[in-house]
């Protein structure tokens, strides 16, 4: 199985900053990647696809980027809206077990 | 626009079979485009996927469930489901039934729902 690691598990931003995310794949997944982002309560949302591309009504501030075993989303101005928990997914199997923006 | 409910008992006995089904509404289950998965997530930590079917019935498990899930769908119903057997505690989880666009990433979730096992 393809495990997938991400980096790091907590962050503590302030708004305005420039956050990564890192996200590893044991082996390579080229680029079969998407990012999803969880507030308390509710489902997932996709974020990004196919490790670059980002959703229809997803803000541009967030991108990713990357391919084979290394992957990075990032928020370019993070928003009091971006607080939440971040996930990679290698495509229809596992997660990555998540980032946690929380507020300073 | 797609809407995707899950339902069934929120608690389950220790050994016994969860049973969930999803109901697909303003869209085709039949769609070629799309696989249809369930996705879980204990209280408090993170995502993990459970499996997938197409319209046809094929289907793709997590290997470390495997054993345990069955995943169907009835396109007349417009409705997926799945069953995880011998369930103990460490199947308490909200479950979230899932549209994986072209069988690759979600692009819709349910809203979940929570199943507790437990005596």
Same mark, same amino acid.
């Given at each position: 199985?393809?495990?997938?690691? /991400?980096?790091?598990?907590?962050?503590? &931003?302030?708004?305005?900053?420039?956050?990564?995310?890192?996200?590893?794949?044991? /082996?390579?997944?080229? #680029?079969?990647?998407?990012?999803?982002?969880?507030? &308390?309560?509710?489902? &997932?949302?996709?974020?990004?696809?196919?490790?670059? #591309?980002?959703?229809?009504?997803? &803000?541009?501030?967030?991108?990713?980027?990357?391919?084979?075993?290394?992957?990075?989303?990032?928020?370019?101005?993070?928003?009091?809206?971006?607080?939440?928990?971040?996930?990679?997914? =290698?495509? #229809?199997?596992?997660?990555? =077990?998540?980032?946690?923006?929380?507020?300073? | 626009? @797609?809407?995707?409910?899950?339902?069934?008992?929120?608690?389950?006995?220790?050994?016994?079979? @969860?049973?969930?089904?999803?109901?697909?509404?303003?869209?085709?289950?039949?769609?070629?485009?799309?696989?249809?998965? *369930?996705?879980?997530?204990?209280?408090?930590?993170?995502?993990? *996927?459970?499996?997938?079917?197409?319209?046809?019935?094929?289907?793709?498990?997590?290997?470390?469930?495997?054993?345990?899930?069955?995943?169907?769908?009835?396109?007349?119903?417009?409705?997926?489901?799945?069953? @995880?057997?011998?369930?103990?505690?460490?199947?308490?989880?909200?479950?979230?039934?899932?549209?994986?666009?072209?069988?690759?990433?979600?692009?819709?979730?349910?809203?979940?729902?929570?199943?507790?096992?437990?005596?």
């Amino acid at each position: 199985d393809i495990q997938m690691t /991400q980096s790091p598990s907590t962050l503590s &931003p302030s708004v305005g900053d420039r956050v990564t995310i890192t996200c590893r794949a044991s /082996q390579s997944i080229g #680029n079969w990647l998407a990012w999803y982002q969880q507030k &308390p309560g509710k489902a &997932p949302k996709l974020l990004i696809y196919k490790a670059s #591309n980002l959703e229809s009504g997803v &803000p541009v501030r967030f991108s990713g980027s990357g391919s084979g075993t290394e992957f990075t989303l990032t928020i370019s101005s993070l928003q009091p809206d971006d607080f939440a928990t971040y996930y990679c997914q =290698q495509y #229809n199997s596992s997660f990555g =077990q998540g980032t946690r923006l929380e507020i300073k | 626009q @797609l809407q995707l409910q899950e339902s069934g008992p929120g608690l389950v006995k220790p050994s016994e079979t @969860l049973s969930l089904t999803c109901t697909v509404s303003g869209g085709s289950i039949s769609s070629s485009s799309y696989y249809w998965g *369930w996705i879980r997530q204990p209280p408090g930590k993170g995502l993990e *996927w459970i499996g997938n079917i197409y319209y046809s019935g094929s289907t793709y498990y997590n290997p470390s469930l495997k054993s345990r899930v069955t995943i169907s769908v009835d396109t007349s119903k417009t409705q997926f489901s799945l069953k @995880l057997s011998s369930v103990t505690a460490a199947d308490t989880a909200v479950y979230y039934c899932a549209r994986l666009s072209h069988g690759d990433y979600v692009d819709y979730w349910g809203q979940g729902t929570l199943v507790t096992v437990s005596s």
